[in-house]
């Protein structure tokens, strides 16, 4: 065997395996084990790979392109990354299959696979290669690259910035090439000229953008080039349109459009709570019952009168025009000497006397009574859904026909309010609301000439929710 090796080497033929002995048991012989070389597996030693694609992807790459099962490839060898750009191979110690002395794949980023925007248009940067441009060009591509390996040509005929590898560089392969729009962008600024506008009640965002296109000669609000914000009518007063980053049409800030809303379209109530005639309690009020609204009051100016509260846009308010008047209504009606629940007409008599305006009596006024609430929903017939409000009603009787006595017994005249009041209690037959209002509603007043007094509900009939009127002289024991 020796000699025909050397007959080999003297003829000058090389070999590509390598031998390996074997020892026999009985120690006279030995078996010749051939293995390929690494270097002549992998005869395709530079790949092209993608832009930061992963390392396991590269190496299915690399035997794929040399034809080398995975398998088969893990049960004899192992590679190793160096670097970016070289990955080496080596041969497992226990491999019985490979051997030979390692080898290195250089890798070849694939520029295609880099992310970039395909296009650059006039308002960015000007069609050639200043250092504005380049450095505009780099800005663009987002995949880190080695830009010494690289180089940026113009293409005049396509349009097109191409980048390309040097010839000297070996980390490259492919090209980039990015687009120059020969149609320039616009601001919607230069396009859009009336921003503000008044919508109708409840508009859309669909209706707003129609009415602001027919505004502004026809433009087209295409959401493919625009990012429009959401609207809604009862919170939102403005529309920012902004162009998208892709757009081919539209570039620069975003463009905010005021929209303002009718006041009378805010479905305010027609009637309003007048309390205690008091102006900030009343509006105040007014505000607190329209809190399902959204209604941003800063924006607006409200005056009362003796009747009636009206609600006007602030002179420096983009969110509003117009205005609107509410009726004011007393909130407490009494109603003396008879039941509410069977006398609807004398109600809204007393109703009508008690709020006595001609903006109420001009209306077509009716009421319901709430007999299990002591409430009265008054309305407006010709717009009730838009015109009510609720009134507390108090069934009151007459003191002096409740009150039968005449004299108090074992009360002299230096007895005090309450032992007067508990004493009227005793010897009178009253409900427990009736003589809790003789002790709370009614005051004494003392005719010291005569040796009597008499009880008036207080304040001349404005507070007492049981009674009105007021008692006959009623003496006291001598």
């Known amino acids: 065997m020796k000699q025909f090796i050397s007959i080999l080497a003297a003829l000058g033929l090389g070999i590509s395996t390598t031998t390996t002995m074997i020892a026999c048991s009985n120690n006279k012989s030995a078996?010749?084990?051939?293995?390929?070389?690494?270097?002549?597996?992998?005869?395709?030693?530079?790949?092209?790979?993608?832009?930061?694609e992963?390392?396991?992807?590269?190496?299915?790459?690399?035997?794929s392109v040399n034809k080398i099962e995975r398998?088969?490839?893990?049960?004899?060898?192992?590679?190793?990354?160096?670097?970016?750009?070289?990955?080496?191979?080596?041969?497992?110690?226990?491999?019985?299959?490979?051997?030979?002395?390692?080898?290195?794949?250089?890798?070849?980023?694939?520029?295609?696979?880099?992310?970039?925007?395909?296009?650059?248009?006039?308002?960015?940067?000007?069609?050639?290669?200043?250092?504005?441009?380049?450095?505009?060009?780099?800005?663009?591509?987002?995949?880190?690259?080695?830009?010494?390996?690289?180089?940026?040509n113009l293409d005049y005929e396509r349009s097109v910035f191409r980048i390309t590898p040097n010839a000297s560089a070996n980390k490259y392969w492919g090209l980039i090439e990015i687009g120059y729009s020969k149609t320039p962008r616009r601001t919607l600024q230069s396009l859009i000229k009336?921003?503000?506008?008044?919508?109708?009640?409840?508009?859309?965002?669909?209706?707003?953008?129609?009415?602001?296109?027919?505004?502004?000669?026809?433009?087209?609000?295409?959401?493919?080039?625009?990012?429009?914000?959401?609207?809604?009518?009862?919170?939102?007063?403005?529309?920012t349109i902004t162009p998208k980053a892709d757009s081919d049409l539209y570039y620069g800030a975003s463009l905010t459009i005021n929209v303002c809303?009718?006041?009378?379209?805010?479905?305010?109530?027609?009637?309003?709570?007048?309390?205690?005639?008091?102006?900030?309690?009343?509006?105040?009020?007014?505000?607190?019952s329209h809190a399902n609204l959204k209604i941003d009051w800063d924006a607006m100016d409200i005056q009362t009168t003796t009747n009636t509260l009206t609600v006007s846009a602030s002179a420096t308010s983009q969110k509003y025009i117009g205005?609107?008047?509410?009726?004011?209504?007393?909130?407490?009606?009494?109603?003396?000497?008879?039941?509410?629940?069977?006398?609807?007409?004398?109600?809204?008599?007393?109703?009508?006397?008690?709020?006595?305006?001609?903006?109420?009596?001009?209306?077509?006024?009716?009421?319901e009574v709430d007999k299990s609430s002591d409430q009265l929903k008054v309305y407006n017939k010709d717009h009730p859904e838009q015109?009510?409000?609720?009134?507390?009603?108090?069934?009151?009787?007459?003191?002096?026909?409740?009150?039968?006595?005449?004299?108090?017994?074992?009360?002299?005249?230096?007895?005090?309010?309450?032992?007067?009041?508990?004493?009227?209690i005793a010897q009178n037959n009253l409900t427990p609301k009736q003589a809790n209002a003789i002790l709370n509603q009614v005051d004494v007043y003392k005719i010291p000439e005569q040796n009597s007094f008499y009880l008036i509900i207080k304040n001349y009939g404005n507070i007492s929710t049981v009674f009105f009127g007021k008692t006959n002289n009623i003496a006291f024991d001598v």
């Open 31 to 52: 078996t010749i084990v051939n293995k390929p070389l690494l270097w002549t597996l992998f005869s395709n030693k530079q790949i092209v790979v993608g832009i930061d």
């Open 54 to 63: 992963p390392n396991d992807s590269i190496i299915n790459k690399i035997l």
């Open 71 to 152: 398998t088969v490839f893990d049960r004899n060898a192992t590679f190793n990354f160096l670097n970016h750009r070289i990955v080496r191979i080596s041969v497992l110690e226990t491999s019985d299959e490979w051997g030979g002395a390692d080898v290195e794949i250089n890798l070849l980023d694939n520029l295609n696979t880099a992310s970039f925007s395909s296009i650059i248009y006039p308002d960015q940067v000007t069609f050639d290669l200043s250092q504005r441009t380049i450095a505009f060009i780099k800005s663009k591509i987002t995949s880190e690259l080695d830009w010494t390996a690289l180089r940026i």
């Open 194 to 239: 009336i921003t503000n506008l008044t919508v109708l009640k409840n508009a859309t965002k669909t209706d707003i953008l129609n009415q602001l296109s027919a505004l502004n000669d026809g433009f087209l609000f295409d959401e493919n080039q625009l990012e429009i914000s959401d609207y809604n009518y009862r919170t939102d007063f403005t529309l």
């Open 261 to 288: 809303k009718n006041i009378n379209d805010l479905d305010l109530n027609g009637f309003a709570i007048n309390v205690d005639n008091d102006s900030t309690k009343t509006i105040d009020q007014f505000k607190t």
């Open 323 to 367: 205005s609107f008047t509410s009726i004011l209504w007393q909130p407490i009606l009494f109603l003396d000497n008879y039941q509410a629940d069977n006398n609807e007409s004398r109600i809204l008599g007393d109703l009508l006397k008690v709020n006595e305006s001609p903006e109420i009596h001009n209306l077509n006024i009716g009421i």
């Open 387 to 424: 015109n009510q409000i609720i009134i507390n009603y108090y069934e009151r009787i007459d003191l002096g026909t409740t009150i039968t006595t005449t004299k108090l017994t074992r009360i002299s005249n230096g007895a005090n309010d309450t032992e007067i009041k508990l004493a009227i």
